[in-house]
């Protein structure tokens, strides 16, 4: 088991990573302090996992409200809040029922969402099942839910009592969400830490292979990034923004194709790439650095190349993004591999030419959408 | 004008009282420093003060988007927030756009639980426009909306970054909402403040002919007293349960005879009856300050008798309160008429006396509901 400590003052908290974490006697007993504790879950992920995290909460005397949520980010939405607000009122849970969230990112988002707003605030607990959420999602303190006019636009900051990550679920992970995850380990690697970056590029192949010393590894390096990061700006307005680095590029991939046609890992990956070539095109790293980001990202499985949209299209979908303010777009852009910055004002015809190459790509490969891939290896 | 500072660290804020506060160029740039501000008000209060308010914003440069509710507490739930997220989103405001509301409690609730969850935080300024507000919700960071299964259920804490108590605004506050609030500054006294009480006891006349000096002071003293206890506990577990001084009792007057038909303040200013009542038959207090109490709570206007609903039925009300923990019942008693404490596992009988011999008084007058006084004195 390997732990990292997120230090948020009175806020602060564990994540515990490894095999068996969400059963461990002693973290989960840390974790979920009071007598009832809501077990908030999903379709998929239930049935796989719920009952022996139920059956570990009962063994240390806590009373378990099991509610299971229909699959998916469509359901990211209004109505899965209020099945969880339904089922806690009805259940009389008052504000010391522990919220625990099993599943991927979008149970996280809205039981994590569920939890900061029950009562103004109930305890929350993560259990991340998927690499996606054990090396971000579940990090960091963000819920929200989706609203028809844009994702993520309704949430809060809400930091969980504790992060249990069990690497034993990451064995049923489809190989796309696998490939999703790493968009995001990469990321970490980019921003913050070299070593990291130079590490993946050694051993993808065994997180591709699930090894999981290879994966306990990226958990902890990626929880402890993102958490120094987060410690520094809990609540995204300063250096905190260095995580969305690819993301806004990301972002404008997903809006434009309709969110859930790429996963978003899958358009990280890609921004990523785009984030490096507009790095590139603006002198702030060599262009072999760009190749190098480019390979690494297609040996995780992930697509590299732009979807084909107009160029005015991808301007307009990160126009609307949240992270610009006042109007004027901001990227994140690389020093090194291994260092970024935020850069306002970045001439737009810059922007454009980094979208008409990383197009470019995608039209000599005819990829509007990434490749099939086999749902498990 | 008077000026309280709310003690919060970084999340500390000012609160400004008196005639012309919504409009005091020095005040509302310190409180609205972006661009862009979502104006929140109802159907009510809107023609009354929005055209001051937008006025004063825009000679400052601050372009305003208007939002208008309608009023009451019928309203304060998911479909006003939702009406609030998509005009905002419609107008793509980001989150560094400032949320204002403009009105009372209701109108700062659901702002104000708004401005907790676009984009995860946009800045909010609390223009509060009733007594109860001014002295009561706008203070502390409470944000909710109700839930078909209970009132406040879903909610953040969520600190304004700045109040502006414009005390004008009473001039046309109905009678009876003018006595609702003067409840919960009765209740500052007794849990906070003996001072105070004796203050309220020689000026409640002075008080109800709205005399602007008079209104100041207890506008002040009652943010004062609560500020200092909002910050000793600002996500109430503990000294801040001391503002619930009358409200269990409270609560399960509105809750018993649907909320709407008694004021908030009103249920308040009768639960301080039934709180003090409750501390005598303890022998926290003797019995001659629960005539104290009984006296001043009628002299506000307030009701002093509870309504009569069995035993039972206020105890059922009582247990499903969020105030409960653990299913333990919990209650807020006089030491003095001055200070209050936290006392848990009071005997059942003393609870149930109290509650006879408040509802004899109500038998004896008949009052299921307050009487009707005229909308303006």
Known sequence: MQSVRVALGERSYWIHAGPGAMAHPQHLR???????????????????????LEQALQAQGT??????????????????LNTIYDAMLNARCDRSTTVIALGGGVVGDVAGFAAATYMRGAPLVQVPTTLLSQVDSSVGGKTAVN??????????FYQPAAVLADTDTLRTLPARELSAGLAEVIKHGLLGDAGLFD???????RLLL???????HVIRRSAEIKAAIVALD???????????????????????????????GEAVGTGLVLAAELSSRLGRIPPGNVERVRSLVRRAGLPTAAPPMSVDRYLEMMSVDKKARGGRLRFILLKSL????????????????????????????????PPDRSATP
Chains 1, 2 share one sequence.
């Open 234 to 264: 809990e609540r995204e307005t300063g250096p905190r923004m260095l995580l969305n680095l690819g993301h806004t590029f990301g972002h404008a991939i997903e809006a434009g194709l309709g969110f859930g046609t790429w996963l978003h």
């Open 210 to 216: 699930r090894e999981a010393d290879a994966l306990a």
């Open 338 to 369: 291994g260092e970024a910055e935020i850069v306002t004002d970045v001439p737009a015809t810059a922007v454009r030419e980094s979208l008409l190459a990383g197009m470019g790509e995608a039209a000599a490969e005819a990829l509007p959408s």
């Open 199 to 205: 590490w993946l590029e050694e051993n993808m192949d």
């Open 30 to 52: 840390a974790a979920v302090a009071g007598t009832r504790a809501a077990l908030v879950t999903n379709t998929v992920v239930g049935p796989l996992y719920a009952d022996r």
């Open 63 to 80: 009373a378990v409200l099991r509610i299971t949520l229909p699959d998916g980010e469509a359901h990211k939405t209004w109505d899965s």
């Open 147 to 156: 609203h028809p006019l844009g994702k993520n636009m309704i949430g809060a």
